[in-house]
């Protein structure tokens, strides 16, 4: 090991992955994201972030995710996974923008030579990674991109292949804690899928065999996890992939995924022909974090249920489990959501435990989560989990019940511990906590929709020439510039009845997204037309994309 940078080979492979001398890169929200064939540089400097991350933390095991989750199939992007298997720290999100954007290779080292410097790195450590991508078809050459990097800085690189996201969220944890006493699981798909699925049995065991699930893979890699975990579940639960084309040009999150569900309120129209009245359906998104659940009344109308709709579900099981289990004083459940969070689903939850809410972004999320003794954390969109606390898994693995109905009160909620993946949002992991409730509960599509009624509501993105003269207060429910248009934007939600609309700059796109929601569909569609149009006007937007309709 060398104590300084190897700048020769450093300069060797940089050359050849020079940045792209007109485009400014960003680590937003979900890290690199942008157009697929302008990222190669971007990769390659990754690799050696990941490297120096590592080093920093004296060699522990960072997670590099190569994925443009449901965003169109011409995009990717790249983001890195801290050792607990949580987002990476924030002021390594700046670091990484700094170094992305260093224009030649001269001022790439000299960019890394002042981050090892600033961060103190000790680059006699070693470094330790594991990858792996999606099914885009840009993912192998950027993968390519990121091993020279690796390369670059002489690391100990695992490629983990063609996996879900939270599936390297899991490897990532599951390396760094083996052989502790944290030891989270075994480390390989095999392990994965075992640890969810033997939970999963021990959860239902006793109880009817559900009606199959009919899940939208969205064309991406969950078709393939999709289909691993379906062989695993065995008779337990019956799985029907749909969207599982991952080859096909185009086909990925295309007119199908968690995310067109949401944003839309449509049934995927693949799925036409295959849902049945009343049967349960599911959609993923691109890398399998996100799940939106659905079904078809006898109607044939759709109705949807969303991250909300989620929480409330697993929120009251939990809770529920805690009482029977006699837990009550020593195990506290709380809510993180966001503001996106339907207004009907933070009053129910509002009504039965404390409920936070945060900005936009797992990380925001995930930390307010852990202020819990049982955090569960869902945004609108389907991303969410449950994180337990140290203190309560000890507490739960302490206990001694005194009656049958205590004992396996505490039995199911240390199984929950080892269904719910603890590092991120699941959409498999999270699918079968669903399933679980339901089947407990007794629940059909209907029934669980029922708990309580969603006020309409409606998403909106306009283009403006920089997103980023928008700033927001109070977890983004909240305008503090463009001055004065907060004001304008009450003074139109007022005259709405059950009216609520805020504006934020996205942190993945070069967007402002609108929502509002209202009493009536027509009033939450208007009412978010309305506020784009102010938005748009104010920000002096490109005329072709002034809001005509919703994307
Ligand atoms: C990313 C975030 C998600 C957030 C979304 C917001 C992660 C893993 N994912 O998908 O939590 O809801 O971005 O996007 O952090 P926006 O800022 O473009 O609205
Ligand atoms: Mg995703």
Known sequence: MTSSLSTDLIRLLSDQHPKPSNIHFQYG???FRTLGSTLDSVLFRVGIIAALRSKKLDGRTIGVMV????????????KLVDPRGEMLEAAWEGHSTTISNAPTTDALIEALESLVQ???????????????????????????????????????????????????????????????????GDDSEEGYYQKLTTSYKKLVAGKAAQPALVVDCANGVGALAGKQLSEHLGDTLQLVLENTSITKPGALNNAC???????????????????????????????????????????????MLDGDKIAALVAAFIIELVKVAGLDDQIKVGVVQTAYANGASTKYLQERLPVKCVPTGVKHLHHAAERYNVGVYFEANGHGTVLFSQPTLDTLAEYQPSTPAQSRAVEHLVSLTELINQTVGDALSDMLLVEVVLSHKSYSGEEWNSLYVDLPNRLAKVSVPDRNAFKTEDAERRLVSPPGLQARIDELVNRYQGGRSFVRPSGTEDVVRVYAEAAL???????????????YDEAGGDPSSRPKEFL
Do not use: W
């Not at 002489?154 to 390396?175: D, E, Q, S």
């Not at 569900?261 to 974090?289: I, W």
């Open 29 to 31: 929200t979900a890290g």
């Open 67 to 78: 994925t443009a989750s449901h965003n169109p199939e011409e995009d990717n992007g790249v």
């Open 118 to 184: 600033t961060a103190k790195i000790d680059l006699s450590k070693p470094a330790n990674v594991v990858y792996a991508r999606d099914t885009r078809p840009s993912g192998p050459a950027l993968v390519s991109a990121l091993a020279d990097g690796f390369k670059a800085m002489n690391a100990t690189a695992r490629n983990a292949g063609v996996v879900t996201t939270p599936i390297l969220h899991y490897f990532v944890k599951c390396i760094n804690t083996k052989g502790t006493k944290y030891s989270y």
């Open 257 to 303: 995924g968690a995310d067109y569900v949401k944003v839309s309120q449509k049934l995927p129209p693949s799925l036409a022909n295959v849902l049945k009245p009343g049967q349960r359906a599911c959609s993923l998104d691109g890398d399998a974090d996100r799940l939106i659940y659905f079904y078809l009344d006898d109607r044939g109308a759709f109705h």
């Open 521 to 535: 569909r027509t009033q939450a569609d208007e009412l978010a037309m309305r506020v784009a149009g102010l938005v």
